[in-house]
């Protein structure tokens, strides 16, 4: 069909020109918005993806758990497309209605994800209605990080915070929700996320004992590693795991890691689409596409985390973990937190 | 409204003074009202209810910290405001004392610092304060101590030791400026009529140099109440202030309006030691 230019059709082109240019650039300018923590969207990873979907995506990082509600929250979901966010915190996004649960038939990589992972009804929390809200992506536990030359032998429980061998030369993290789950599993208290008044109490008491033997509470891995440097160092609570383990070898410090008899806490981190996503099929295609073996392997040799698609060593056959969950009352641990912080 | 007099008829005085009195308005008044009436808000179930209650308030008032972090959080400000002065002062005086292009380069050197990042400035304070950090290391290696230090080593002294480092440059400036402004026929006057060195400081430069002072404390005592970074990465187990209360409300506890109604109180006390700086001024002026 070939149209003979006239003088009306060039005039009908050089009107329709702009509004073609304005929809492939629409297409071009295909904005993937990603919330994730440092190590989940490498750059490397980031170039693949934009070649292979043609869209851009940007990268927001965050450092802590809060940090991710704050904006989450503060926006109602409408600033990102996709986070990363981890099973314990999931739960108040979806009650809050700041996610949209995932198509499945659009994740062909999860059916090969590893056996733990495959049946998204057994991952806890994960789930609402029979709705998927979110997709495992990785996973570690939080144990005890010492120096090989200050702590012989290595430590196998938890008390050894309370150790006053080891009075100021203990680094631990900032975050109420934390200190008291695993003091409650040092005390021996069977569910840490669901805690009576009574309960609280008495891990209040040990906190405020611990804090009397803490050199100072940190809130990034980069102000524990800097802490260790300049000061004697003998014990950190490991609130990053294996990605803290990883950065103070390459550090050049004498460390090691363990996960304590009493169970250490452990985190899993997962894709969640946010109630604001603009492009679904964008945001699953993102997740999709880290569900790889290749990417996988990847994160856990960069991080030292585990993934969820290819075995690793983030923690021994045998250590005890215990998955963190959402905790009875987030806002009261908070202001314990604070409790014992103001204490002399 | 520095044109206003050239160009008194017109449009552009009117357009003027809407951009000096609107926009302080919409980014100060706004932001400020926005915090006072977050502050009468609840929360239920991890929602903001508005609605109008004093609850925050009262629990200000009749928690077991709030009070006591407020106050031992004001005394470390006001020993902040003091330690800047005290070491600003010297430092305004000498630069005030000296003549022509010198003096000017050498208070921009002083004011260099807060061209800098103030978290790279608070991690290079913290490598320089730790146990095993370059002041412990320094004076291990010169012998005048056998073992490091803890004094300085997270707590509050170094919270001390550390707002009062980044915070000296506000404290040289406004005495600076009201030292340079004495009128050096004062000085002569004094000096002809008698008095020595020591009495023409006393009687003449200090009192004259006063409302500097003022501001200068004033100032560095606003700005460091206000802080909430240096008590978390230098203060260790016990470097807790009010401001770190303030920052939990919004972040771990998120309850935005208990932590307005902080923000508010702590405005009230920055807006009454602002006032009482503003009356000494007028009293020394």
Redesign the interface.
Known sequence: MTAKLTRRTALGLALAAPAILRSSRAYAAKELRVMAWQGYADDDWIKEFQELTGASAKVVFVG?D??I??KI?GSEGKDFDVFAVNTAQLR?YI??GLTTPHDLAKLPNQKDVLPRFRDLAAVKGVMRDGKAHAIPFCFDAIGIIYDKDKVNPPPDSFEAFWDEKYK?KILAY????HNFSFTALTLGIADPFHLSAEDMAKIKDKLAAM??N????Y?TPD?AL??Y????VALIWANYGQQQVKAMKDAGANIEYVNPKEGALAWLDTWALTSGVQDVDLAEAWVNFLLQKKIGQQLSERTGFGNTVVETGSAGANDKLVWLDFVED??KR??L???I??Q? | MIFAGSARSGPAPRLLAVFAYGLPLIFIGAPLLSFLAYSVFTMADGQIVAGFSLSNYQRFFTGAIFLPVLWQTCLLCLAVAALATAIGFPVAFLLAQMKGRRRYFLLLMVLVPLLMSYIIKIYAIRSILGGNGFLNRFLLWTGVIGEPLTLFVFNLNAVLLTLTVLLIPFAILPIFLSLERIPSSYIEASSDLGASNLQTFARIVLPLSLPGIVTAATFVFVLAIGDFLTPQMVGGQNGFTFGRIVYSQFGTAFNWPFGAALAVILAVVVIAVIALGGRLERRHA
């Open positions: 802590t809060d940090e509600w704050a929250k108040r009650d809050g100021g900032d975050n109420g929700e804090k009397r803490v050199l100072s509470f809130t102000e800097q802490l440097k300049s000061n004697d987030p806002t908070s202001d937190w604070n409790e912080k103001a002399p």
